[in-house]
C-alpha cells in the first residue's frame, strides 16, 4: 500500500520543488490529506503551545467532561453511542476579528502564544494555497481570492482534547464526517493516534509526527475545482490509554464569498454529463452544514445545486 504523503516544506524552494509540488498535487487528489514536516512553525513555539493546552484542560475542561460523562451516563452505556462524540472541546476565532479576549479561563500566556501560533498558521495556509493554485494551474493568489468576500477568510481553531474512553468500540471520539470550509491545519498530538481518514473503503491512520502539522483539504476546495481534488471522511477514535490533544485550524472563505468551480477546471465531460458543481454563497453551505455535518457530502452538493437552480430559475422582473 502506498504510505500516509508526508512533505517536507523545506524542499519546496530547493531543487526538489518540482517532486515535493507533485506529492502535494497526489495528495490533493487521491487522499485529502498530506502531513508537513519542517514548515517553518518552530518546534519551541508548538512545544508551548502543547504544554499550555494540555494544562488548560487539566485546569478548565477535565472536571466538565467527567461531569457531562457522568450526567449522560456516558460512561456506563451497553449500545453503541451514535449521536455524540467523546471530546472536549473549545472554539477560537481569529478573522474576521479575534473573539480570544471574550474566551473566558484562557490565561495571558496562553492567549498570546495561541495569537502568535494562529498567525503563523495563516500565513502557512496561503503559501499552501498558493501551491495548490500552482498544480492546478491557476494564477496565484486565485484561492486566496475565491474565499476572500468583502471581509477577508474566516480563520477559526477547534482546541479539543479526547480523554480516555472506557467503551472505544461504542462511542467515536469524533463521528466521520468531512470538513465543510477550505484547507484545515492540524497539529495533532505525537503520542496519542486515533485520526483516521477513509480511503478506498478503508480506515487509514494519520500517523502521529512530532511537530507536523496536518493539511486536509475542505469541501470547498472540492467544488472549486470541480471534484479534482477531495474532501475526504475522517474520523477520531476514542482510546482507552492517553488523552489526544488536537488543535485544529480552519482557513475557510469569507461568509459572503461567492464559491463555484472555477471554469478552467471545468471539463467538458463532466459539463455535458451534468457533472459540474454548484455555486452558493459560503454562509449559505454553513447553514446547510450545520444540520448534517455527519452525513454524506454528495447529498450537500446536491442541495446547493437544487438552490441555485431556483435562483436561477426565478422570473426576473422586467417591468
Ligand atoms: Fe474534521
Keep these: 500500500m502506498e504510505s500516509f504523503p508526508v512533505v517536507n516544506m523545506e524542499n519546496v524552494n530547493g531543487e526538489k520543488r518540482a517532486t515535493t509540488l507533485d506529492i502535494i498535487k497526489d495528495a490533493c ?14 518546534p519551541e513555539l508548538m512545544d508551548k503551545v502543547e504544554k499550555l493546552t494540555k494544562d488548560h484542560y487539566k485546569q478548565c475542561m477535565e472536571q466538565r467532561f467527567k461531569e457531562l460523562v457522568a450526567s449522560k451516563g456516558l460512561g456506563e452505556v451497553e449500545t453503541e453511542i451514535e449521536d455524540m462524540d467523546w471530546e472536549s472541546t473549545f472554539f477560537l476565532r481569529h478573522l474576521p476579528e ?11 500566556d496562553y492567549r498570546k502564544t495561541m495569537k502568535e501560533f494562529v498567525e503563523k498558521l495563516e500565513k502557512l495556509a496561503e503559501e499552501l494555497l498558493d501551491l495548490l493554485c500552482e498544480n492546478l494551474g491557476l494564477e496565484k493568489g486565485y484561492l486566496k481570492k475565491a474565499f476572500y468576500g468583502s471581509r477577508g477568510p474566516t480563520f477559526g481553531t477547534k482546541v479539543s482534547n479526547y480523554p480516555p474512553c472506557p467503551r472505544p468500540e461504542l462511542v467515536k471520539g469524533l463521528r466521520a464526517h468531512t470538513d465543510a470550509g477550505g484547507l484545515i491545519l492540524l497539529f495533532q498530538d505525537d503520542q496519542v493516534s486515533g485520526l483516521q481518514l477513509l480511503k478506498d473503503g478503508e480506515w487509514i491512520d494519520v500517523p502521529p509526527m512530532r511537530h507536523s502539522i496536518v493539511i486536509n483539504l475542505g469541501d470547498q476546495l472540492e467544488v472549486i475545482t470541480n471534484g479534482k481534488y477531495k474532501s475526504v471522511l475522517h474520523r477520531v477514535l476514542a482510546q482507552t490509554d492517553g488523552n489526544r490533544m488536537s488543535i485544529a485550524s480552519f482557513y475557510n472563505p ?26 452558493f454563497v459560503f454562509e449559505d453551505y454553513m447553514k446547510l452544514y450545520a444540520g448534517v455535518k455527519f452525513q454524506a457530502k454528495e447529498p450537500r452538493f446536491e442541495a446547493m445545486k437544487a438552490v441555485e437552480h431556483t435562483v436561477i430559475s426565478t422570473p426576473i422582473a422586467t417591468a
Design 98 to 108: 479575534s473573539n480570544m479576549s471574550e474566551i473566558p479561563d484562557l490565561n495571558e
Design 254 to 279: 469569507g461568509s459572503d464569498a461567492v464559491i463555484y468551480p472555477e471554469p478552467a477546471l471545468v471539463e467538458k465531460e463532466a459539463e455535458e454529463k451534468n457533472q459540474v458543481y454548484p455555486k
Design 29 to 42: 487528489e487521491n487522499w485529502g490529506f498530506f502531513e508537513l514536516m519542517n514548515h517553518g512553525i518552530s
